[in-house]
């Protein structure tokens, strides 16, 4: 058995595709089917363009229901779920957030003021995202109001490329998304795969390991985007109860059971915070994390056993 990796851009993002087959030539076939069916996934799901569902539903924004497939209904219904765990902390709805108030970039020197803030999230809000499980509808009660799966659709996706994966007899590999990543079975040496945390301090490096296999890990961070007001952090991430963004925490790391809930978490905790957040997840059963805060103070859920660099 051998190795056989690619690195492909999907989604707007960067996907790595490792697999563990009989040959070059087999290994290449699994993950191009892994790879169709991402695409087809986007088509469905992306907001840039006017043909997928995403922007029937979005169009139709106070106006009516649409029915969608039961594929979407599925995703959109889970993401409910997500949203009432974590009173809205996440929430799809989160693509109402008006685009042109925050602009992270160099020129950004101040926050707005807290009124203009609320504003910019008035539209967000998961409980206007109604379902009919009968009709397969779904129905965003106020005109302006939009959905989006970016905080969960890399880890949705990451979900079914293993799944075909698996359906093409892949029993040991690799799906990464972006940060969004899914571990299976084991390397080519019968070693469980070892997955680096990043070092938030420094690119392309991590601080300590941890060895997983059936698990998937999702990992965000405000240094991969940011603003820095008067001494003070902001990553890009926006709290959709204030309209503020996030501040506290430089790396979030999720590992739980699959990509889709572990992307979805990833947002929540970097609002709530690292005692908050340490504390919620250690309610919950199969969620793990690992947060380091803005003075480098690492905190891990209670079943997280960490390798040290």
């Known amino acids: 058995m051998i190795r056989v990796q690619l690195q492909t851009k999907l989604m707007g993002n960067v996907f790595d595709f490792v697999v563990i087959s009989e040959t070059q ?22 907001t840039y363009s006017e043909d997928s569902l995403t922007s029937l539903v979005n169009r139709n924004a106070g106006i009516s229901a649409v029915q ?80 989006g799966f970016g905080g969960i659709g890399k880890g949705y996706a990451a979900d079914a490329a293993k799944r075909i994966l698996l359906e093409c007899g892949v029993k040991n590999g690799i799906v990464s998304a972006s940060g969004d990543l899914n571990a299976w079975g084991f390397q080519e040496d019968g070693t469980p795969w070892t997955i680096g945390i990043a070092n938030p301090n420094f690119k392309n490096s991590y601080f300590s390991t941890l060895n997983i296999t059936n698990k998937s890990v999702a990992t965000s961070g405000n240094y991969e985007k940011y603003v820095i007001i008067d001494k003070q952090i902001y990553s890009h991430t926006i709290n959709p109860r204030t309209g503020y963004p996030v501040k506290g925490l430089k790396s979030v790391t999720i590992i739980t059971s699959n990509a ?10 970097s609002i709530m915070g690292a005692q908050q957040g340490v504390s919620f997840l250690n309610q919950i059963d199969g969620i793990e994390c690992i947060l380091i805060d803005d003075d480098d103070r690492l905190y891990v859920t209670k079943n997280i056993n960490l390798k040290q660099q």
């Open 25 to 46: 030539n087999q290994g290449a076939e699994q993950i191009q089917e892994a790879i169709r069916e991402i695409q087809r996934i986007e088509r469905l799901f992306t």
């Open 68 to 147: 969608v497939t039961d594929e979407f209904f599925g995703l959109v219904s889970r993401a409910q779920k997500i949203s009432e765990l974590t009173q809205g902390l996440f929430d799809l709805s989160y693509g109402s957030l008006d685009t042109n108030f925050w602009n992270f970039n160099k020129q950004m020197d101040r926050l707005p003021d807290k009124h203009r803030a609320k504003q910019a999230v008035r539209l967000i809000d998961y409980h206007n995202i109604v379902l009919d499980s009968g009709q397969k509808t779904v129905f965003l009660r106020n005109k302006g109001m939009r959905i």
């Open 260 to 269: 889709e809930l572990a992307d979805a978490m990833a947002t929540p905790i």
